[in-house]
């Protein structure tokens, strides 16, 4: 039975997140396979979601991947290994200014404590399946800095957050899709 665990411990970077969303999605495909298919899968080709980053993040050059995506600012690369990696993100998310201060590293992005923002951690990992299979899951988390940040992060997901499930899932369902037509 898979076990869905990170094989990093997110806790480390984020202990009290705020909110906290998971999405799993198993494959018929090997977890080389899987990875490799979620790295590839451009933002433009995920309907709502892609239209969802494209507002967020102006400037994406078309057919960037969510690899290229969580690789480069505003985005940072906090950790990576195969199968796996963790970015992140920090600002005032709420905000149509699209606020989102650069972070040179993880280091940066630990130490960050501008008041009325909050830190954004993504991670995506892929977890083989005993069938052969692998599932692919991805989990993201906001932290606020301080209770300012708390109460505007609450009535931004009071808004957001119903929609989430829909949306969130969106590209794990598309890379699977694809890693089982490549196999």
């Known amino acids: 039975m898979p076990h869905d665990d990170p094989p990093f411990d997110l ?8 909110i906290r969303t998971r999405h799993r999605r198993a494959a018929r495909a090997d977890a ?8 590839a ?35 940072t690369v906090l950790a990576e290994g195969e199968h796996w990696s963790v970015s992140g993100l920090v600002g005032r998310i709420w905000t ?3 606020d989102y201060p650069r972070v040179a590293d993880a280091d ?21 399946l005993p069938d052969g299979g692998a599932a692919l899951l991805s989990e993201a988390r906001v932290e606020p800095v301080d209770r300012r ?3 505007r992060l609450r009535a931004l997901w009071t808004v957001v957050g119903p929609w989430e499930r ?4 969106e590209a794990l369902a598309r890379a699977t899709r694809a890693a089982e037509a490549e196999s």
């Open 32 to 39: 080389s396979a899987l990875w490799d298919a979620a790295g």
């Open 41 to 75: 899968l451009r933002v433009d080709s995920t309907g709502p979601l892609g239209r969802l980053v494209r507002w967020r993040i102006p400037g994406l050059p078309p057919g960037e991947t969510f690899r290229g995506l969580f690789a480069a600012p505003p985005f």
């Open 166 to 169: 829909l949306i969130g899932g």
């Open 11 to 18: 806790d480390a970077w984020l202990p009290d997140a705020a």
């Open 108 to 128: 940066a992005f630990a130490a960050w404590a501008e008041p009325g923002t909050v830190r954004v951690l993504f991670a995506h990992w892929v977890e083989p």
């Open 149 to 151: 940040a708390a109460l």
């Open 96 to 98: 149509l200014r699209r």
